[in-house]
């Protein structure tokens, strides 16, 4: 079946270019420079950071007391470089504790690689015990040092994660710790990976906080935007969540099935069956309530966005 040009040209116009999605409020249509973080100030690009005035408080205030896990381990280490290697050795070995004496190491003299590895490995509890309050730290230590780095490169990635994982953190609190839940901090961690950084994971989490209105006044047309921003990097999650948007429609999202149809059959194609069920259900459920004409435009229209996001992709 021959899809219609109108259906074509809606599929890389709906909701705005890819510009527009940046936009926060009506202007001149250049990126709105990202929200300040409470209690530190985030440089914006190309911009010389000022040193922090005597008692400013940072993202994350730890307790009174330095703090054991960031103290320097008693390893015979001279540099960053040694550290580093013993750590790859330990690990390779099923020297746990090795490792990790070697990435505190590492961490305490500013390495990103290290300190972000150590908040995942607390996060999750690989090779020490779970600690989100630890890994929390270790994030906030991350964005609080290095929030002006480069988006795009090795840092930046790094970094651009840290920021997400602290909105994500801010969403719940941890409980038992002086870290609570708090909305308002949690928008303005995203909102900063989001537009500095572009990071799709924060815009998907931004996204959703305007989908519940929770940090920020619910918005579900500046959500659909956050959300297509991310869909069109890749994101399952955020395709699945725009094709559904797309499908229902309504409060300024205007409505199109078959683009609809389209995102959550990519969402499909990028999704962790082990994970990610709920995309998978979705999915069915969609495709079972379409009529034979849209599902076959959806699939095709599917096809031709994955070459064309590909092309775009290997020119970057």
Same mark, same amino acid.
């Given at each position: 079946? =021959?899809?219609?040009?109108?259906? +074509?040209?809606?599929?890389?116009?709906?909701?705005?270019?890819?510009?527009?999605?940046?936009?926060?409020?009506?202007?001149?249509g250049r990126p709105v420079p990202p929200l300040p973080i409470p209690g530190v100030a985030l440089p914006e690009p190309d911009v010389e950071v000022a040193a922090p005035a005597p008692g400013a408080r940072v993202i994350a205030p730890a307790p009174q007391g330095p703090a054991a896990h960031m103290a320097l381990p008693l390893a015979p280490f001279t540099n960053t470089r040694d550290a580093i290697r013993a750590w790859? =050795?330990?690990?390779?070995a099923g020297n746990h504790r090795g490792a990790?004496?070697?990435l505190e190491y590492a961490a305490a003299q500013g390495n990103l690689t290290a300190q972000f590895k150590l908040a995942k490995m607390y996060a999750g509890g690989e090779g020490v015990p779970a600690s989100d309050l630890k890994a929390f730290e270790y994030f906030s230590k991350i964005a609080d040092e290095n929030a002006d780095v480069i988006p795009g490169t090795a840092d930046g990635r790094i970094v651009g994660s840290a920021f997400v994982a602290l909105g994500s953190y801010f969403?719940?609190?941890i409980k038992g710790t002086y870290v609570r839940p708090n909305p308002e901090r949690a928008f303005d961690m995203f909102h900063y990976a989001a537009t500095y950084f572009g990071e799709p994971e924060g815009q998907?989490?931004?996204? =959703? +906080?305007? +989908?519940?209105?929770?940090?920020?006044?619910?918005?579900?047309?500046?959500?659909a935007r956050w959300m297509k921003l991310a869909a069109e990097k890749g994101h399952a999650p955020a395709r699945a969540v725009f094709g559904d948007m797309l499908i229902r429609g309504g409060e300024g999202v205007p409505r199109h099935p078959v683009i609809g149809l389209m995102w959550l059959s990519l969402a499909r194609e990028g999704a962790d069956p082990?994970?990610?069920?709920w995309i998978l259900e979705r999915y069915d459920?969609?495709?079972?309530?379409?009529?034979?004409a849209d599902r076959t435009a959806a699939l095709a229209l599917a096809e031709r966005?994955?070459?064309?996001l590909g092309r775009t992709a290997a020119s970057r």
């Open positions: 079946m =021959r899809i219609s040009d109108t259906i +074509l040209a809606a599929a890389f116009v709906i909701l705005g270019s890819h510009q527009a999605a940046w936009a926060q409020a009506a202007g001149d790859m =050795r330990d690990s390779t990790v004496r070697a969403v719940d609190g998907y989490n931004l996204a =959703r +906080l305007y +989908l519940k209105g929770e940090g920020a006044v619910r918005d579900p047309r500046q959500a082990a994970r990610d069920g459920a969609a495709f079972a309530a379409a009529s034979p966005q994955s070459a064309t």
